[in-house]
T-cell receptor, first 114, second 115 residues
Framework: AQSVTQLGSHVSVSEGALVLLRCNYS??????LFWYVQYPNQGLQLLLK??????LVKGINGFEAEFKKSETSFHLTKPSAHMSDAAEYFC????????????FGQGTRLTINP | KAGVTQTPRYLIKTRGQQVTLSCSPI?????VSWYQQTPGQGLQFLFE???????NKGNFPGRFSGRQFSNSRSEMNVSTLELGDSALYLC??????????????FGPGTRLLVL
């Protein structure tokens, strides 16, 4: 069965520092992988997705993620954190490209220190 | 273009009651999915509908049901509410069913509190 593990429920970085949010997945077939962001009192917004094209995926707001099959990882990075990046981030996986069913990780709350 | 709309935004019910939540997808979107978000269990998939047909269902008891109308609007119903049903219920819409090709757009959610 597919699953997602996000390492670290809370991550704190200084403004301007590198952001690294970790995600490992388990899937019996080549997966589709996603990163979503959730701001307080809002729904989820798609940051980026991996659909078996390029392994380095660029998303919105300067975020990118690299699919590493050997490590079953899909870590999210941003070179320089902004205060506006403070939010909760979710990694998700889907094995069935014909369905809109996602399995989410538990989420990582990102705090940005001034 | 208007986003996904969910009504009501907040709801308080008591145990044993039932509740109906509504989701209006983005215009032109025919796929609607529902998720439950709780601090303990995180985000869990409830249902997926496309063209009024339920295509997938998550691992929830039969008290949770849903439907989709011909205009793609969707409702979900929870009967005999339990305290553990307190959660943020999120609806997402997309044009089609392919998670690879179509982006899911999420609504702001309905926050349900069961007392």
């Amino acid at each position: 069965a597919q699953s997602v593990t996000q390492l670290g429920s809370h991550v704190s970085v200084s403004e301007g520092a590198l952001v690294l949010l970790r995600c490992n997945y388990s899937s019996s077939v080549p997966p589709y992988l996603f990163w979503y962001v959730q701001y307080p009192n809002q729904g989820l917004q798609l940051l980026l997705k991996y659909t078996s094209a390029a392994t380095l995926v660029k998303g919105i707001n300067g975020f990118e993620a690299e699919f590493k099959k050997s490590e079953t990882s899909f870590h999210l990075t941003k070179p320089s954190a902004h205060m506006s990046d403070a939010a909760e981030y979710f990694c998700a996986v889907s094995e069935d490209q014909g369905a809109q069913k996602l399995v989410f990780g538990q989420g990582t709350r990102l705090t940005i220190n001034p | 273009k208007a986003g996904v709309t969910q009504t009501p935004r907040y709801l308080i019910k008591t145990r044993g009651q039932q509740v109906t939540l509504s989701c209006s997808p983005i215009s032109g979107h025919r796929s609607v999915s529902w998720y439950q978000q709780t601090p303990g269990q995180g985000l869990q998939f409830l249902f997926e509908y496309f063209s009024e047909t339920q295509r997938n269902k998550g691992n929830f008891p039969g008290r949770f049901s849903g439907r989709q109308f011909s205009n793609s609007r969707s409702e979900m119903n929870v009967s005999t509410l339990e305290l553990g049903d307190s959660a943020l219920y999120l609806c997402a819409s997309s044009r089609g069913t392919s998670v690879a090709q179509e982006t899911q757009y999420f609504g702001p959610g309905t926050r349900l509190l069961v007392l």
